[in-house]
């Protein structure tokens, strides 16, 4: 582990792709530092971000906000639309990206960039980061080739994640679908032989803002990609069966299916998830439980299933 430098000061961090969960969470985290933060939206105009649409010349707004710092955090993320649509999931993963890539590496302007465990085939999860990487999926294609650009960054960083969830930064996510589900007694089919590691949106960005504090990530020698998330390896029915125990509700809501049964487009790792322990040893902890946090989750949990939120 390379020794912690002088606390990097990003006087200005840009966040594309704040009006999502991952963006969300870091762009409200990295806020709290007294940094000057500029979020970006796209799909899901929110009050406080900024119009920025992802293209092939997105020169003029970067060179404009000048960031001393790039966290990309936005992508085509629907599995099955990605599979069923080839060229865009291209386009909006990889072609809309190496601009960026290159506008990082031009100013030498560091980049932290988000990936996912579908760049494995889910025969021997959960992985580690020197795993050799064999994507099933037209969306893990993408994001193993937007790997490589932001890799010829000379300072970047790929954090890879996986089944990330929250509530309160977008409700596109498996815990926040699981929560409305129960709340209105509805019925939640999941896949029953599903297994990954998921990571808490929140943690993710303490984490993640704790370690640029530090200077243990986007410094020289640090690492160049890593693997964050809880421990447990779960499938999606056991998640949403330790959601139900925690607001009390109706477990019997939820049906479990083989991913053979529910037809899905495409192809998904089935034993994915991801092992944290480069992560866990530079944040200088041993374990981070998937049960801890679902219970700092909670609170929001409970006042969505109240309809307060």
Not at 203 to 218: K, M, N, P, S, Y
Request: aromatic fraction near 6%.
């Amino acid at each position: 582990m390379p020794t912690p430098q002088a606390t990097p000061r990003f006087a200005h961090v840009l966040v594309i792709g704040a009006g999502g969960l991952v963006g969300g969470a870091f762009f409200a985290r990295l806020a709290r530092t007294g940094a000057r933060v500029t979020g970006t939206s796209h799909s899901h105009p929110r009050a406080g971000l900024v119009p920025f649409e992802l293209g092939p010349a997105p020169g003029p707004f970067l060179d404009a906000f000048a960031p001393e710092l790039v966290v990309m955090a936005s992508a085509m993320t629907h599995v099955d639309r990605c599979e069923t649509e080839p060229a865009e999931v291209q386009r909006r993963n990889v072609d809309d990206l190496r601009p960026i890539t290159e506008w990082c590496a031009r100013h030498a302007v560091p980049l932290i960039y988000f990936s996912t465990d579908y760049v494995f085939d889910g025969t021997a999860g959960p992985y580690a980061e020197d795993a050799p990487p064999h994507p099933l999926s037209a969306y893990g294609r993408s994001k193993l080739a937007a790997e490589g650009l932001v890799a010829a960054v000379p300072r970047a960083l790929v954090i890879r994640i996986t089944n990330v969830f929250d509530i309160g930064f977008d409700d596109r996510n498996f815990v926040h679908r699981c929560v409305t589900h129960l709340r209105d007694r509805l019925p939640l089919v999941v896949p029953s032989d599903q297994l990954a590691t998921p990571a808490y949106a929140t943690w993710l960005a303490d984490q993640g803002v704790t370690l640029l504090e530090r200077g243990a990530i986007l410094q020289p020698g640090s690492p160049r990609l890593l693997h964050a998330g809880c421990d447990d390896l779960v499938s999606r029915g056991e998640l949403a069966r330790r959601v139900a125990a925690l607001l009390g509700a109706d477990a019997s809501l939820i049906e479990e299916r083989s991913t053979a049964d529910l037809h899905q487009a495409a192809l998904r790792p089935l034993r994915g998830g991801l092992r944290s322990d480069h992560w866990k040893s530079l944040l200088g902890v041993e374990r981070l439980p998937l049960d801890d946090a679902l219970n700092d989750c909670l609170p929001r949990m409970r006042r969505l299933h109240a309809r307060e939120i």
